[in-house]
Nanobody, 126 residues
Framework: QVQLVQSGGGSVQAGGSLRLSCSAS????????MGWFRQSPGKEREGGPG???????GYDESLKGRFTISQDTAKNTVYLEMNRLKHEDTDLYYC????????????????????WGQGTQVTVSS
């Protein structure tokens, strides 16, 4: 049984940083895709904050340079480091796992995702 358990997130002032973690069990994320989706109220979940596959990473162009996805294979955990946060980064963030992905094209569709984390709120005050 695959489980993705998220931790981290919370509230921060604009310009600050937060880190999200996603621990995977029962899933070989090193050979599949793992990444982060975000969702605003009334909108679809979209992938773009960071995607990881076979040690390669990809990002939505608008977030590149501020967001960094990384992995600790020993812990089977994926991280999202979010720096220089802006008010518009406020969203629900979800860890996701799915079999195939294009690291160059964003946003990723939620329809591709096979497994989800429980979601965590990130709130950036201006």
């Amino acid at each position: 049984q695959v489980q993705l358990v998220q931790s981290g997130g919370g509230s921060v002032q604009a310009g600050g940083s937060l880190r999200l973690s996603c621990s995977a069990s029962g899933y070989m994320f090193s050979t599949n895709c793992m990444g982060w989706f975000r969702q605003s109220p009334g909108k679809e979940r979209e992938g773009g904050p960071g995607t990881l596959r076979l040690n390669r990473t990809g990002y939505d162009e608008s977030l590149k340079g501020r967001f960094t996805i990384s992995q600790d294979t020993a812990k089977n955990t994926v991280y999202l480091e979010m720096n220089r946060l802006k008010h518009e980064d406020t969203d629900l963030y979800y860890c996701a796992a799915w079999p195939t992905c294009d690291l160059e094209t964003y946003p990723h569709s939620w329809r591709l995702v096979k497994y989800w984390g429980q979601g965590t709120q990130v709130t950036v005050s201006s």
